[in-house]
């Protein structure tokens, strides 16, 4: 399904799955996924075993994945603070939630 189609919630439950995958990466090898990913984009990880190598194309696919959605969820955001604003007639905007937590 394409980001653009994926609802705040589908989106927030994909984030929270990717963020479970990026952890096991980034305990097995002791690096943040931030760090990892840009040591892997400027080709200075030396990923010698056939293993490394797809772990690292596995992590570093991981990484993009949520990134995009974590950009796909602020524009999601976004628009729905601005239907609220367009919805409200006194300048005070009513949250509420959508389903028990």
Same mark, same amino acid.
């Given at each position: 399904m394409p980001i653009q189609q994926l609802s705040i919630p589908e989106l &927030?439950? #994909? &984030? &929270?799955a990717l963020t479970? %995958? =990026? +952890?096991? +990466? %980034?305990?097995? +090898?002791? =690096? @943040? #996924?931030e760090? /990892? +990913?840009? &040591? /892997? #984009?400027q080709g200075k990880l030396d990923d010698? %075993? #056939?293993?490394? @190598?797809?772990?690292?194309? =596995?992590? $570093?696919?991981l990484y993009e994945t949520k990134l995009a959605r974590e950009q796909a969820l602020r524009q999601a955001s976004r628009t @729905?603070?601005?239907k609220l604003i367009n919805a409200s007639e006194s300048g005070n905007l009513r949250l509420s939630p959508r389903? $028990?937590?």
């Open positions: &927030l439950d #994909s &984030l &929270l479970q %995958e =990026l +952890y096991k +990466y %980034e305990r097995a +090898y002791a =690096l @943040t #996924s760090d /990892f +990913y840009a &040591l /892997f #984009s010698g %075993e #056939s293993e490394q @190598t797809e772990d690292f194309c =596995l992590w $570093a696919g @729905t603070v601005q389903m $028990a937590m």
